[in-house]
């Protein structure tokens, strides 16, 4: 008699030493790998043993101890998932009823006939795979639709990025054009005779007009950041020149606001290296804009050194860069979050400095990207130190003179 492609597994269960033998012996000779219990407790122990392990399970419906109805009771209870043939010597239609209320698969009564013993129990492994495979079946094409609508979710999430990207491209386009006409217009009349009133008025116009130039930039930088849209080829540059480059207007700036303004670049800092300097150029020019603007009186010091030691065979070289100011300072509560986009010490800065809270974020970002990362200590009202890590590669035999004029 066919049964499936492996050796199914019974266990049978009757405290009749007798009877269970016979069972086991016709279910052994069908083909079926027979496990035997004396009790419905010794079979309930193998059933939590081996969860899943057997393929059909023929107990005795009254024997000492625990009962057949009980044992399946407990088998229900415990989520184990066993089809069950009770044997019974009882012809009452109300045990056979309650067998099958229970969940018995099928219900035998004695004499036992071997032929219909096995083709019972062979009938129920039989069924039961069929039913597990229907329910396997019921669940991929669950799993597969729940997919399809996460693809469709996926879809419609790139595409309002997209939009999103567009709209904010048209945007930054429209608001450049009159900020542009503005500070090109303000410097003009800066350049005029007026009295010390205008002269006013127009600097406040063209430092507002500068500033929101500034955070439209952020913000497309911050979508591009995101999408990880950012594409730019490392390129040979003179380290030193650029960090002096880039820092010029914030040295002037801090002396403007009365404060001392320090540049330290260690000896051992390569002259030539190669980089992505657009990165680090935005990311340098961040972190001194946030120092000038939060700090009122005192020094800003910047400070880049090589940040590891570099064996003599490779070329790469890891350079870091701090900037410390004796400015406001963050709350030790607010350092956790100070990295993330729109995020602020607190909205009395937002509403005293300004600004959309996008540079930190953003900068964070830029610093993986130059194969670093972006640190931050602080203690309110005594001055901050952010630095940040960048993996560049030394350009040797070249010198400063020999920087290409697009690289400096």
Known sequence: MELLERRPRALVVDDDPKLLTLEARWLSRAGFEVVLA????????????????????????????????????????????????????????????????????????????????????????????????????????????????????????????????????????ELRTPLTAIMG?????????????????????????SSLLRMVD???????????????????????????????????????KGLEWTLDVASDVPEIVIGNEKHLRALIGNLADN????????????????????????????????ISDTGIGIPEPALARIFEPFAQADEAMNRRYGGAGLGLGICAHLARLVGGSLEAMSAQGEGSTFSFTARLKRHEGASRRSIPADAA
Not at 47 to 63: C, Q
Not at 190 to 196: H, I, N, T, V, Y
Not at 292 to 317: L, Y
């Open 291 to 322: 120092a000038v603007k939060f700090t009122s009186a005192g020094r800003i010091v910047v400070r880049v050194e090589v940040a590891r030691p570099t064996a003599m065979t490779t070329k790469d070289v890891w350079i870091r860069c701090a």
């Open 185 to 209: 217009n303000a410097d003009l009349l800066l350049s005029e005779k007026q009295s010390d009133e205008q002269r006013a008025r127009v600097t406040t116009i063209a430092r507002a007009a």
């Open 218 to 256: 952020q913000l497309l930088d911050l979508g591009d950041l995101a999408r990880n849209n950012v594409h730019h080829a490392p390129n040979l540059l003179g380290l030193r020149i650029v960090m002096e480059e880039e820092l010029t207007p914030f040295a002037a700036r801090a002396k403007a």
């Open 38 to 173: 004396a009790s419905g407790e010794e079979a309930l122990r193998l059933l939590d043993a081996e969860p899943g392990g057997f393929d059909a399970l023929v107990s005795d419906l009254y024997m000492t101890g625990m009962t057949g109805l009980q044992l399946l009771e407990k088998i229900r209870a415990a989520r184990i998932d066993v089809p069950v043939v009770l044997v019974t010597g009882e012809g009452a239609l109300e045990s056979a009823v309650a067998a099958f209320e229970h969940g018995v698969n099928r219900y035998l009564l004695k004499p036992l006939d071997g032929i219909k013993l096995v083709q019972s129990v062979t009938d129920v492994v039989r069924l039961h795979g069929v039913a597990r495979m229907r329910k396997l079946s019921e669940d991929n094409q669950a799993l597969g639709t729940l997919v399809d609508e996460l693809r469709a979710a996926r879809d419609s999430a790139e595409e309002a990025g997209r939009a999103k990207t567009q709209l904010l491209a048209k945007m930054s386009h």
